[in-house]
């Protein structure tokens, strides 16, 4: 092989070779779930490169987190809708509580510029709430109106910009302004359920694709598996036609069902689904959408979620994540926190000593469902971890604080004063609420191990297994950071539609069961998420 030979070769394995580079940097590989954490009631939207998505968090404030994407994969929190609800006093857990009721299933869309939400909480005096902004990541939602109780609903914007909401198999018109219910507008049944659909039929979704209408559903008849179906229609009233185009458990998982659909800005389309997954909650899956003879038909060429796949667009990684350590070095807390139910403002401090939250008693309460200024985050599959350090030196008699695997089934960590003594616990905690009311009939505490406590720093760690037939907890406490001791027993958590109806969490708490005036100051929350 002469020199010139020897040349073109080489240009050519490393033109090969930067080809393959360029191909590699146009697409963004993940894996399902895509988010392993409690994602449910996706709704999705798009403005040129830019995704937002909008999911539940019912009871927990700040509420309706809209997370932002360039490449459906890296997602982070870029703002919440509102700050706190207001509707009836159990919002502020007086005369009852909200759980699993607040903020439900949202609908985001993009027209026009701006960005709207429409959602309906689950609860008195049951009126939806409709928002709009020039930006999601900044936030400065301002509220548009508020009008009748819309179940599950899509907000929709027609090409001719007329609004509706369709909800079930409904369909109802709004005034150009959102303002109201339009008088004398488009409000009737688009369809009827057929003889196959005998359970759940909800969860409405709704795309325009080659000027046909879709309403993409999640269905689950009677004694049959969960699935996603979709109705279409070249008119916006119908008549409409019904396809099944998803029906897979995934991952020794049942039921994946219930989400969304987008295109990107290179034509692709793409589902975001998500599937019970036990205690962490519902997560979302992502899988590519085929469109074969006008269906959206779901997930790989064998109609599979995939486990691995990618996503054709260049990977956009800011490193963020919907689950954060925190310092409390800020003058703001992370935008990954909520509180259960709306906070005691007064009661709680970044200022007061820098570089910690400091959690005030302000309520006179008997448990942790009922304890005001909880703060939480997500916990994530398949295995995490969080740790906190805590000063209980200014705790007063009665005063019980700590860390908890959050949700109607709890298991705490929690750091009990009793007259001069202060005893570490590890317990679990099982609320009864009424059906009705939600309000808080009973907690059945069982209590597993009590150490007393000699020092006024504590270290409090919690390691969460969500791999399939796990979902563990497991308890440790330290006074340096480095030497663990393990207290208690392994806590089965549990995901309990009838109680909180979202995935543990992990919950910072102090609360007050004698006398007010008590407070703790945390120092750090260090999260670990091991992907194995």
Same mark, same amino acid.
């Given at each position: 092989?002469?020199?010139?030979?020897?040349?073109?070769?080489?240009?050519?394995?490393?033109?090969?070779?930067?080809?393959?580079?360029?191909?590699?940097?146009?697409?963004?590989?993940?894996?399902?779930?895509?988010?392993?954490?409690?994602?449910?009631?996706?709704?999705?939207?798009?403005?040129?490169?830019?995704?937002?998505?909008?999911?539940?968090?019912?009871?927990?404030?700040?509420?309706?987190?809209?997370?932002?994407?360039?490449?459906?994969?890296?997602?982070?929190?870029?703002?919440?809708?509102?700050?706190?609800?207001?509707?009836?006093?159990?919002?502020?857990?007086?005369?009852?509580?909200?759980?699993?009721?607040?903020?439900?299933?949202?609908?985001?869309?993009?027209?026009?510029?701006?960005?709207?939400?429409?959602?309906?909480?689950?609860?008195?005096?049951?009126?939806?709430?409709?928002?709009?902004?020039?930006?999601?990541?900044?936030?400065?939602?301002?509220?548009?109106?508020?009008?009748?109780?819309?179940?599950?609903?899509?907000?929709?914007?027609?090409?001719?910009?007329?609004?509706?909401?369709?909800?079930?198999?409904?369909?109802?018109?709004?005034?150009?302004?959102?303002?109201?219910?339009?008088?004398?507008?488009?409000?009737?049944?688009?369809?009827?359920? !057929?003889?196959?659909?005998?359970?759940?039929?909800?969860?409405? *979704?709704?795309?325009?694709?080659? &000027?046909?209408?879709? =309403? @993409? #559903?999640?269905?689950?008849?009677?004694?049959?598996?969960?699935?996603?179906?979709?109705?279409?229609?070249?008119?916006?009233?119908?008549?409409?036609?019904?396809?099944?185009?998803?029906?897979?458990?995934?991952?020794?998982?049942?039921?994946?069902?219930?989400?969304?659909?987008?295109? !990107?800005?290179?034509?692709?389309?793409?589902?975001?689904?998500? *599937?019970?997954?036990?205690?962490? &909650?519902?997560?979302? =899956? @992502? #899988?590519?959408?085929?469109?074969?003879?006008?269906?959206?038909?779901?997930?790989?060429?064998?109609?599979?979620?995939?486990?691995?796949?990618?996503?054709?667009?260049?990977?956009?990684?800011?490193?963020?994540?919907?689950?954060?350590?925190?310092?409390?070095?800020?003058?703001?807390?992370?935008?990954?926190?909520?509180?259960?139910?709306?906070?005691?403002?007064?009661?709680?401090?970044?200022?007061?000593?820098?570089?910690?939250?400091?959690?005030?008693?302000?309520?006179?309460?008997?448990?942790?469902?009922?304890?005001?200024?909880?703060?939480?985050?997500?916990?994530?599959?398949?295995?995490?971890?969080?740790?906190?350090?805590?000063?209980?030196?200014?705790?007063?008699?009665?005063?019980?604080?700590?860390?908890?695997?959050?949700?109607?089934?709890?298991?705490?960590?929690?750091?009990?004063?009793?007259?001069?003594?202060?005893?570490?616990?590890?317990?679990?905690?099982?609320?009864?609420?009424?059906?009705?009311?939600?309000?808080?009939?009973?907690?059945?505490?069982?209590?597993?191990?009590?150490?007393?406590?000699?020092?006024?720093?504590?270290?409090?760690?919690?390691?969460?297994?969500?791999?399939?037939?796990?979902?563990?907890?497991?308890?440790?406490?330290?006074?340096?950071?480095?030497?663990?001791?393990?207290?208690?027993?392994?806590?089965?958590?549990?995901?309990?539609?009838?109680?909180?109806?979202?995935?543990?969490?992990?919950?910072?708490?102090?609360?007050?069961?004698?006398?007010?005036?008590?407070?703790?100051?945390?120092?750090?929350?260090?999260?670990?998420?091991?992907?194995?």
């Amino acid at each position: 092989m002469n020199k010139n030979s020897i040349l073109l070769l080489f240009a050519l394995v490393y033109c090969g070779c930067i080809a393959q580079q360029t191909k590699k940097s146009d697409s963004t590989p993940y894996t399902n779930p895509m988010m392993w954490a409690d994602v449910p009631d996706m709704s999705i939207t798009r403005s040129g490169s830019d995704f937002y998505l909008i999911s539940t968090t019912m009871h927990l404030m700040p509420g309706a987190p809209v997370m932002t994407s360039k490449d459906l994969v890296h997602w982070e929190i870029g703002s919440y809708v509102f700050n706190r609800l207001t509707d009836n006093s159990k919002y502020d857990l007086l005369n009852g509580t909200v759980y699993g009721r607040g903020q439900w299933a949202s609908s985001i869309r993009y027209h026009k510029g701006k960005y709207y939400v429409l959602f309906s909480p689950n609860d008195e005096p049951f009126k939806s709430y409709i928002y709009v902004t020039d930006n999601p990541k900044t936030g400065n939602w301002k509220l548009v109106t508020r009008t009748k109780h819309f179940h599950d609903a899509s907000l929709f914007f027609d090409d001719d910009d007329r609004a509706f909401v369709f909800t079930g198999t409904k369909i109802i018109e709004l005034n150009k302004d959102l303002s109201d219910v339009k008088q004398g507008g488009i409000n009737q049944d688009i369809f009827q359920k !057929d003889a196959d659909e005998t359970g759940l039929l909800e969860g409405n *979704q709704v795309v325009k694709y080659n &000027g046909k209408y879709y =309403l @993409l #559903m999640i269905s689950w008849p009677r004694g049959k598996p969960r699935r996603q179906v979709c109705y279409r229609a070249d008119n916006i009233t119908g008549p409409y036609e019904k396809k099944v185009i998803l029906e897979d458990n995934f991952a020794g998982f049942p039921y994946a069902g219930q989400g969304c659909v987008i295109d !990107d800005k290179n034509g692709n389309w793409h589902a975001l689904i998500f *599937q019970d997954r036990g205690a962490v &909650g519902r997560v979302p =899956l @992502l #899988m590519p959408v085929r469109w074969e003879e006008g269906w959206p038909m779901l997930g790989d060429k064998n109609g599979k979620v995939p486990l691995t796949a990618e996503v054709p667009l260049k990977p956009v990684d800011s490193g963020k994540r919907i689950v954060e350590s925190d310092d409390f070095s800020k003058k703001q807390l992370k935008i990954n926190w909520q509180w259960n139910h709306n906070p005691i403002d007064n009661a709680w401090s970044l200022t007061e000593r820098n570089g910690f939250l400091r959690l005030k008693t302000d309520r006179i309460v008997t448990n942790l469902y009922a304890a005001p200024n909880t703060i939480t985050q997500r916990m994530e599959g398949p295995k995490c971890s969080g740790i906190i350090a805590m000063d209980i030196s200014k705790m007063k008699d009665g005063d019980v604080a700590g860390f908890s695997a959050f949700n109607g089934h709890s298991g705490l960590l929690s750091v009990v004063m009793d007259g001069n003594k202060k005893y570490l616990t590890m317990s679990t905690n099982v609320v009864d609420l009424d059906n009705k009311t939600k309000a808080i009939l009973n907690v059945e505490v069982d209590e597993k191990a009590r150490v007393e406590l000699a020092k006024n720093l504590v270290y409090l760690r919690i390691d969460g297994d969500f791999n399939l037939n796990k979902d563990l907890a497991t308890y440790y406490y330290s006074f340096d950071n480095k030497n663990w001791t393990k207290i208690g027993a392994e806590f089965k958590m549990i995901f309990d539609y009838k109680k909180l109806f979202m995935g543990t969490k992990f919950a910072i708490f102090n609360y007050a069961t004698k006398t007010t005036g008590g407070y703790v100051d945390v120092d750090f929350f260090k999260y670990d998420r091991n992907t194995k």
